[in-house]
Structures are given as C-alpha cells and as structure tokens.
C-alpha cells in the first residue's frame, strides 16, 4: 500500500504559478504510476495528469496541455504538479493518486486505487 499527502495549495491571480507536491510513504513508490485529478463543487473529479513509473511517459488533460507539467522524483517518492498561466476555471480541489497497473491514459478516477486527502487551489480574477 501506498499512502498519499498533498502540499502546495493556495490563492493566487489568474495568470500564475503554482507547483503541487504530494508525498508517498510506504513501500515501492517506483512501482507507481501516478496521477492527479482535480474536482471542483458539483462536478465530477476530473484527470489532469498522469506519470510512469520512470518518469519517461507523461499524458495531460486538453485544459491543462501547455500549462501544466508533471515529473516525479522517485529518489524522494515525490511526484510534482507544476501549473502556469492559472484560469478562474482551475479552481478546484487537486488530488494525488496512485496504481500499480494503469496506464498514464486512464482517465476514469474508479480506476485508481490509491488517493490523497487533496490540497485546495484558488485562481482569482
């Protein structure tokens, strides 16, 4: 098993930066593919990002391409969102998640076993 904790949440303006962390305990982080996925109120949860377990093969949602990247640094069983040029619409509650056996392109959040608590993030106008 796999435990997950995200960080790096906040407030900021439209057109900034912020970069989520989450941190894995437990045993075998390298064997995890990892994603993260965002759910705001009343929608559905919703992918934004996944990584292999190598960190060599990356996929993205459409909203967050060219904004958003990725990357994973299995020697500190971390795995980073970095996100640039923030919207209002980005708003949302971002998650961590984790699975032994997907791939970067499962999109649907059933598939994935293991979750975060979440960590808010605010985009203001």
């Known amino acids: 098993q796999v435990q997950l904790v995200e960080s790096g949440g906040g407030l900021v303006q439209a057109g900034g930066s912020l970069r989520l962390s989450c941190v894995a305990s437990?045993?075998?982080?390298?064997?995890?593919?990892m994603g993260w996925f965002r759910q705001s109120p009343g929608k559905e949860r919703e992918f934004v990002a996944a990584?292999?377990?190598?960190?060599?093969?990356?996929d993205y949602a459409d909203s967050a391409q060219g904004r958003f990247t990725v990357v994973r640094d299995n020697a500190k069983n971390t795995v980073y969102l970095q996100m640039s040029s923030l919207k209002p619409e980005d708003t949302a509650v971002y998650y961590c998640?984790?699975?032994?056996?997907?791939?970067?392109?499962?999109?649907?959040?059933?598939?994935?076993?293991?979750w975060g608590q979440g960590t808010q993030v605010t985009v203001s106008s």
């Open positions: 998640a984790a699975d032994p056996t997907l791939a970067v392109t499962t999109y649907e959040s059933k598939h994935w076993n293991y």
């Open positions: 437990g045993r075998f982080f390298s064997n995890y593919i």
């Open positions: 990584i292999s377990v190598s960190g060599t093969s990356t």
